[in-house]
């Protein structure tokens, strides 16, 4: 799996603070291979990049989803061995947008700390805007969807109006909606209803429940990799001279 274009800069402990887990976690991925080794340089220290603490949020991700590392593993391995830290961070905000809950209220402090880097009021308005956050109606915390705050953050970068993003927002909502509502009529009609039917088949309901649980994720990954494909041709098309 690739590191990203950025140098690897982070210790274990530093990519374990940033992730909010344990080194003792990171270095359980690492032998488990849910993690790629890290680059060893001077004095035998190993350093992280961008793309390990992508890999490591998504990893979580899936494990509050209730993957078991079984399940993660064999995940991981359909992903490309060649995603950068931003694709790394678009597998992990869809996966938690299926959470009943994923947001957390956090103050200025810890929001700056959990997307990496200080925030100007201006960075905060367009974290809004692309609804990662919920600016407090007075001084009290923000409403935050950690699923999507790495992701909002590194986009913060990228030189898009402010209106220009309400307006993508307002595209995706309504078409990934219409996706999601034919994929359920489908899965209703198609799958549950001839379960509803066998399910005295202790076969069949053990294989219903093993769906129900890798659903979801695989769902998720198909979608991407459409999007990405057709996103990719289109933006191809669009600005290809003659």
Not at 11 to 24: K, S
Not at 28 to 35: D, E, I, M
Not at 51 to 76: C, D
Not at 132 to 151: M, N, Q, S, T
Request: aromatic share 4%; charged share 25%; glycine share 6%.
């Amino acid at each position: 799996m690739a590191t990203g274009t950025e140098e690897p800069t982070l210790t274990v402990d530093e990519l374990a603070a940033r992730a909010g887990v344990t080194v003792r976690t990171v270095r359980f991925y690492g032998t488990r291979g849910l993690l790629p080794p890290p680059v060893i340089g001077p004095r035998r220290v190993g350093h992280y990049g961008p793309a390990h603490l992508s890999r490591l949020a998504l990893i979580e991700e899936l494990q509050r989803q209730g993957m078991t590392l079984s399940a993660i593993e064999r995940y991981l391995e359909q992903l490309p061995p060649d995603l950068s830290a931003h694709d790394l961070a678009i597998h992990r905000a869809l996966v938690a947008s299926w959470a009943p809950d994923a947001a957390e209220d956090m103050d200025r402090a810890e929001l700056e700390r959990r997307a990496g880097r200080a925030l100007t009021e201006a960075d905060v308005d367009r974290l809004a805007a692309m609804g990662v956050l919920e600016r407090p109606a007075d001084a009290g915390a923000y409403r935050v969807d950690v699923g999507l705050l790495r992701l909002g953050a590194e986009l913060l970068d990228v030189p898009i109006a402010h209106e220009t993003i309400l307006a993508a927002r307002t595209v995706l909502l309504e078409h990934t909606r219409s996706a999601a509502q034919e994929l359920t009529r489908l899965f209703r009609d198609e799958v549950w209803g001839p379960y509803r039917e066998r399910e005295s088949d202790p076969e069949h309901v053990k294989a219903m429940k093993s769906l129900s649980a890798h659903m979801q994720p695989m769902v998720l990954q198909a979608l991407l990799t459409a999007f990405q494909r057709s996103l990719k041709e289109e933006l191809r098309a669009a600005f290809t001279t003659e």
